[in-house]
């Protein structure tokens, strides 16, 4: 079943760029933006994430943590990060724990060929654990403003 604004976001541990561990509730008391992309350095998530990292002080000024994820791995994250300059986490969610417990992992189509993969969408999660929005109409050149509306 779909989460929902309202749900208590799933918990989980992962790993991120570096291989130190992440949990979901290491963050309580704090806002989280949780925002699933398909690949590392394609043009629509490189859009995105820059759009976080130029706003990125904005953010935290709102009281957000900004954690990204996909299914790439450690290695795949750190070129990203450092290609980029990106200020915040990105977790790699290789088994595929995360893009599940968050029902963002479906069949996509791109050519005419279907293929499993993430399907865009930001959760942004209360200093309670609690899902507060969910963006699934991202707009990767303007993502921040989606956040902080």
Request: glycine share 6%.
């Amino acid at each position: 079943m779909a989460l929902q604004i309202g749900d208590a976001a799933p918990d989980f541990e992962t790993r991120d760029q570096n291989g130190n561990p992440v949990r979901l509730s290491d963050f309580r008391g704090k806002k989280v933006v949780l925002y699933f992309y398909p690949k590392d350095d394609t043009p629509g998530c490189t859009a995105e994430a820059c759009n976080l990292r130029d706003n990125y002080n904005y953010l935290l000024k709102a009281g957000y943590e900004v954690l990204g994820v996909s299914v790439d791995d450690e290695k795949s994250h750190q070129k990203f990060i450092k290609k980029h300059n990106l200020p915040f986490a990105l977790l790699a969610d290789t088994d595929q724990k995360l893009v599940t417990a968050y029902d963002v992992w479906h069949e996509k189509s791109m050519y005419g060929r279907k293929f499993m993969g993430i399907v865009r969408t930001t959760f942004v999660i209360d200093e309670n654990g609690m899902i507060s929005d969910i963006i699934t109409k991202v707009d990767n050149e303007n993502h921040t403003e989606q956040i902080l509306k």
